[in-house]
């Protein structure tokens, strides 16, 4: 075959099937409705609150020099003083970027701190939806609830620190004191557990942490002493567990267990212990770090004792209900769905407690108080941690320990307060 044959079988120009294929895509380009046009973008909402004239309203209510409103509603709506709340402010204002007030691209200043901080409280103290806040603090319910947390995660970073810590050696001195009036020497406050029912709990986790038809619960465990203001606080998983649940899981003598903790000597009836105690009820263990009342006393002086160790150990009750009194939003069943979120407005609710307390409380000065009184007690700061922790513990679990300082508190109260009877 010559070459010219060979190149006419291999190609050959087609001017027909060309003018096809362009006929055919120019009628497709002409079927408008093969192509499907976009949607229509649906635009934010956006509601004019005049944020401006909410913060002067909110001014003129509260902070000016003539409010209309007098410094006993502001306590009951704020549930603090006007300067503690003011002090509050100001720090997160300065130290706090979400809550430093900006301008936007037109000039136009951001909520102020006080529009924001006052939204927090008032969700904290009536524990209503983030909605409620809209008609009078001028801020939409996305924001509110935006407020509501990162007013906690400042609360914990800027004050967890001072109050919501470990007792140091100069509280428990006068922790010491305090109980040791009430015909308790050794005695450092009163332990319980609270549970706050987690209502929007994921279904696929109900299982896990509830039994049956239980609500799933943050759990928290705190001491509570004399004035209320000292908190040893941790939050366990949630769940349906008791106070020995939680027992089991607490981190409250760790410090103990591993040297970091002051050490306590005290005398009770003669006779010398080395380890502070928490009063408590009937379903904690008989630890010598535990004094439970009598269940069904015998006598006039086991009557007095347990008298005695009810009405003081009712300061944790007492301090419970103070709590979800104050702050209405952990006495209500939860309706967040985050754990850390969950967890950090109770720590900021124990935090905001205590700073109340200390702003409000009327105590005298520790020299005026205790320091030339005649002390069975001794406070030693810690020099080392311990070597042999398993001893430690079981010293903190020794129940023969636990029954003569029972006996010897007994013998106590009855010389203290026997006359009364």
């Not at 706090?96 to 102020?112: H, I, K, N, P, Q």
């Not at 007013?151 to 006068?174: N, V």
């Not at 103070?322 to 900021?348: E, G, T």
Request: one cysteine or more.
């Amino acid at each position: 075959m010559s070459s010219s044959s060979h190149y006419h079988y291999h190609y050959q120009p087609n001017n027909d099937d060309d003018a096809e294929f362009e006929s055919l895509f120019d009628e497709l380009l002409q079927i408008p409705d093969i192509i499907v046009e976009p949607k229509e973008r649906r635009k934010r909402i956006f509601i004019e609150r005049n944020r401006e004239e909410g913060n002067i309203k909110l001014w003129n209510d509260y902070f000016s020099e003539t409010p209309t409103y007098p410094s006993n509603i502001f306590r009951r709506r704020f549930r603090m003083s006007k300067s503690l709340f003011l002090l509050i402010v100001h720090r997160l204002s300065t130290e706090v970027e979400y809550f430093a007030e900006t301008e936007d691209a037109v000039g136009r200043s951001s909520l102020s701190a006080l529009q924001k901080c006052t939204a927090a409280i008032r969700q904290l103290a009536y524990g209503g939806g983030a909605d409620t806040v809209d008609e009078y603090v001028r801020l939409g319910e996305t924001t509110a609830r935006k407020c509501l947390h990162k007013f906690t995660a400042a609360i914990i970073q800027l004050f967890g620190e001072e109050y919501l810590r470990r007792p140091t050696s100069e509280d428990l001195e006068r922790l010491l004191h305090i109980g040791e009036e009430r015909g308790f020497p050794g005695m450092i406050g009163s332990i319980d557990c609270m549970h706050w029912e987690w209502k929007n709990c994921p279904s696929n986790w109900k299982g896990m942490y509830s039994r049956g038809t239980d609500k799933p619960t943050i759990v928290l465990e705190a001491v509570a002493s004399y004035d209320l203001w000292i908190w040893h606080a941790f939050f366990g998983a949630p769940g349906t567990m008791n106070d020995l649940n939680v027992l089991d899981r607490s981190p409250v003598f760790d410090d103990i267990i591993y040297g970091r903790a002051p050490g306590v000597d005290f005398t009770v009836n003669g006779r010398e212990y080395n380890y502070a105690y928490y009063l408590t009820d009937g379903i904690y263990p008989e630890w010598a770090t535990f004094i439970k009342s009598i269940r069904l006393p015998q006598g006039d002086k086991n009557k007095l004792f347990a008298k005695k160790q009810e009405s003081v150990r009712k300061d944790v009750e007492r301090a419970f209900g103070v709590l979800q009194a104050r702050f209405a939003v952990i006495k209500n069943p939860s309706n967040l769905w985050d754990k850390s979120k969950i967890a950090n407005i109770m720590r900021a609710c124990i935090i905001l407690h205590n700073m109340i307390v200390e702003d409000e409380r009327r105590t005298q000065s520790p020299d005026e108080t205790f320091q030339d009184a005649d002390i069975s007690f001794c406070v030693k700061m810690p020099t080392q941690q311990f070597d042999n922790v398993d001893y430690v513990a079981q010293q903190i679990r020794d129940t023969p320990i636990h029954t003569q300082l029972k006996l010897d508190l007994i013998e106590n109260i009855w010389e203290k307060f026997g006359f009364e009877n």
